[in-house]
């Protein structure tokens, strides 16, 4: 039997919680700025979309759709990865 609710089984977290290498997928993306929405859906940064972070400092380093992407820790922690 399929668990209707294995989504639940996933860990959401923000980017900035995820280890530099890992990979997962976009899940969400949420902020109350309409500003920072438009700047990430611009980009690309999409839910659905694999996601992996390559690092943490200087900026957050990471790649989508094989195009990397910089962004500061307020950017970064909008965008929600479950793995």
Same mark, same amino acid.
């Given at each position: $039997?399929?668990?209707k609710?294995?989504r639940?089984?996933?860990?959401t977290?923000?980017?900035?919680a995820?280890?530099?290498?890992k990979?997962?997928?976009? @899940?969400?993306?949420?902020?109350?700025?309409?500003?920072?929405?438009?700047?990430?859906?611009? $980009?690309g940064i =999409?839910?659905g979309?694999? #996601?992996? =972070?390559?690092?943490?400092?200087?900026?957050?380093?990471?790649?989508v @759709?094989?195009?990397?992407?910089?962004? @500061?820790r307020? #950017?970064a922690?909008?965008?929600y990865?479950s793995?």
């Open positions: $039997m399929v668990n609710n294995s639940l089984a996933l860990k977290i923000t980017l900035c995820m280890e530099p290498k990979t997962g997928k976009i @899940d969400h993306l949420e902020t109350k700025n309409p500003g920072i929405l438009q700047k990430l859906i611009a $980009m =999409l839910p979309m694999p #996601i992996t =972070l390559l690092r943490r400092s200087p900026s957050y380093l990471f790649e @759709d094989q195009t990397r992407y910089a962004v @500061d307020e #950017i922690n909008h965008i990865v793995y």
